[in-house]
């Protein structure tokens, strides 16, 4: 699909997208806790459908059911050998781990994008698990025999917070009781917030987590078979809504509802960076209103939040002076290299990026419509389309069917919100 979007001054209120990391974990912890879960709000990207065909390979039943999902499972109890992942990296980090329980084998597959990421973490950690892995060179497909012997470990936390997600899942399954995970340079820490605090809905054995370098599970036992239903609502996606606050701040006075402020979401961080910018935002439990302001340079630290790389480039491109977004380093083993990609891509609209170390730069300045390409990834597409609504002249985004990874309504949402953006077939 061939995406162009023209300047446009853009106006309306819009309601966030559902988040799809709270999705997935959402359908994890339902998979896990026995009886019948109730989801409300339910995504419905390629990751969260990619996530609820895993736990039906897994054993649970779904039945969607007007605006919700109705979820039974017995337990883990796998009625297929293979797990087809798509190209959902919190997918395969996260049930990769989970489906090792299981005393049988089991295959861990993908497709795009996912083909290419990097998951040595399997290798290296699941044999001291007393798990019998081969891995593709590090890269699926991945075969497993369990099951999971629950153990004190200490594994690294830098590449990437969703496989520790996929431990504290996978030991709880277990049942693990006077165990720890000990974890090193944990990066994304407010995603593991969101896990634990999904686990503890559910009702599923959570550990203690000490200051993030420690989680610990007890020896007290859960009873997660009790049968009674759990219902969840699936809150607002903060990543998906950082690209439409941006495009506020650049393009005109829009409302933004279904966030949550209190949001253990990392990229929730998106209201600091706008204040910081200097958007005019007005922020209430119920919306938040924004329009732009006199836009100047930021300094960032990103680390924690890498997914906001993308929409904070949209943002810096249309901000006086050079903006200094910190955390690089996270973005090498994205659905693309997504510095280089950023970089690339933004050249095209006259946007100057540079990369140093950890750190990049964005000089702001007349931003120029362009022919772009999303490199399959979805953030691209949308921080490329964002970026055109106040450029000079049309931007072309080829390939721009990638949004459907993370949040196919996008470009509708865009068009709700009065943006010139018309959509056509390769």
């Known amino acids: 699909m061939v995406a162009t979007v023209s300047p446009s001054l853009i106006r309306g209120t819009i309601t966030a997208p559902a988040s799809k990391s709270a999705m997935q974990r959402a359908c994890a912890a339902a998979l896990i806790k026995k009886g019948t879960t109730v989801l409300s709000n339910p995504g419905i990207s390629a990751d969260d459908k990619a996530a609820l065909n895993i736990i039906q390979q897994l054993g649970a039943s779904i039945e969607h059911k007007n605006d919700q999902i109705l979820i039974k499972s017995s337990g883990i109890n796998p009625v297929s050998n293979e797990l087809m992942c798509g190209e959902s990296g919190l997918s395969v980090r996260m049930f990769t781990s989970i489906a090792s329980t299981a005393n049988q084998p089991i295959k861990i597959s993908g497709s795009g994008s996912l083909l290419s990421r ?151 961080a998106i209201l600091q960076v706008l204040m910081d910018a200097g958007a005019t935002m007005s922020v209430e439990e119920s919306k938040i209103t924004i329009q732009p302001g006199n836009l100047k340079a930021f300094h960032f630290n990103a680390k924690h939040c890498p997914d906001l790389f993308p929409p904070l480039v949209a943002l810096a491109a249309y901000c006086e002076g050079t903006t200094v977004i910190e955390g690089v380093n996270r973005l090498a083993h994205k659905e693309s290299n997504r510095a280089l990609t950023l970089q690339e891509e933004f050249a095209k609209m006259n946007v100057d990026i540079t990369l140093q170390d950890d750190l990049m730069m964005i000089k702001g300045g007349p931003v120029k419509g362009s022919v772009v390409h999303s490199r399959h990834d979805h953030r691209i597409a949308m921080a490329c389309a964002v970026a055109a609504l106040k450029a000079d002249g049309a931007t072309v985004i080829e390939e721009a069917e990638a949004i459907n990874k993370s949040y196919p309504q996008f470009f509708e949402h865009l068009q709700q919100l009065g943006a010139a953006v018309s959509l056509n077939d390769n």
Do not use: C, R
Not at 142 to 153: A, E, N, R, T
Not at 260 to 267: K, W
């Open 118 to 268: 990097p998951l040595n973490f399997f290798d290296e950690v699941l044999p001291g698990l007393g798990i019998k892995i081969k891995s593709n060179n590090g890269h699926v497909p991945i075969s497993l025999q369990g099951p999971l012997q629950v153990k004190d470990i200490t594994i690294d936390g830098s590449l990437s917070s969703q496989y520790l997600t996929g431990l504290l899942f996978a030991y709880s399954a277990a049942d693990a009781k006077n165990a720890t995970i000990n974890v090193n340079n944990l990066n994304s820490k407010p995603y593991i917030d969101l896990t634990l605090n999904i686990m503890k809905h559910f009702g599923l054995k959570t550990p203690v987590n000490h200051h993030y370098q420690e989680f610990y599970f007890d020896e007290i036992v859960t009873n997660k078979s009790n049968g009674a239903t759990t219902h969840y609502s699936v809150e607002s996606d903060w990543s998906g809504a950082a690209f439409l606050l941006v495009a506020g701040a650049i393009a005109g006075k829009i409302e933004v509802k279904g966030l949550d402020v209190f949001s253990t979401q990392a990229d929730k």
